[in-house]
């Protein structure tokens, strides 16, 4: 076997057996087989392994760990590999891969590679690993180790009991602020869709047409009613017209499409389109006249044609502009004397800043007028 001929080694010196006699006292031999093969044979063997390195009644071979081969308990630890997994050399530096088990007793355990075994430097604390070198003895500082080890740990102990009654209250407090992180971003989340509904809604009206210096404006959100002897008529302008019967019945007439009105006054008319479908009919329309009134107002309503409705609007937003043409001026520079003034006038702008403000929230909502009943109601359609 290559291993064999490649990892043999020159044996072991006379010297180790009395190290192997003075190990003997802390490695106890379960068998009584051969205290010779047992002493040599759990050199360096990690604890967990040892059954398979103690030869019994039946058992006088020792089989590779890895399963490569059985030789006899003699060749365990004799200084040859002849395992490929150096099983058969844990106390030797025969095989460049084996591993050498430390027992510092007193300290931790570990292992280092068999290599290491007798290289003339001390690895483990209890100076197993140089129990055949003359030139260096090493000192058994594993309990010195130990009790500072020990002390450490026993400070890590308070440490970490303190630590994790602290630990506790940071879960609890970390439940909460799960919790209410939930519920804010749950907020936050229906505040964010709002806005940008908002946005978009605001967006739309400044792009819209609202007629001449968007005098029509104004309209936007509200509702005019009229109630003939069938039915209750509304019209919200830029919106809907809606029909809804004395049992509740709710009649899309149409949804705003735009102004109709002929080319040299197309301000006067309305248009709104695709209500609910007439049955054997068309998709219910209204068109809405629109005239000069003091007040806006919804007057009539009639439907000429079966699911064609009319509606007579009025409204001052259609009556003559009699406004002097607006010119913008340039404001004068400010001198020292009436900048006192300015800041009363910029006091008085961030008021009305803020009147404007609720303004247009305010115009968000949806006012209904009832055009024949002079009462103003706020309700939802
Ligand atoms: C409902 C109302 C009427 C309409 C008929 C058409 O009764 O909407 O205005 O003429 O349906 O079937």
Redesign the pocket.
Known sequence: MYWQTRFKQPSISSSLLLVLLHLAHFLPISKATSQRYSVRTLIGVDPNSRSHYEPTQTETNFKCLDGSGIVSFDAVNDDYCDCRDASDEPGTSACPHGRFFCQNAGYIPKTIPAGWVNDGRCDCCDGSDEYNTTSISCVDDCFILGEHWRAEQEKFKVISEQGSAIRSQYKQLAKSKRENATILLEQYKRELTDRENAVKALEQDLAADFGPDSVYYPLKGECFKYTDR??VYSLCPFERAV?E?QGGAH?E?GRWSGWNGPANNIYSSQKYENG?Q????PA?STVVSVTCGVESKLVSVS?PS??E?TFDFITPAACPDTDPPQVDIEEPALTEASSDLNEEENASLEVEEETTEGFVDENLETSVHDGNNENTRHDEL
Request: glycine share 6%; net charge neutral.
């Open positions: 069938e039915y029909q019967s009649t007439l609910l007439c049955w054997n009919g219910r439907e079966r699911c409705y």
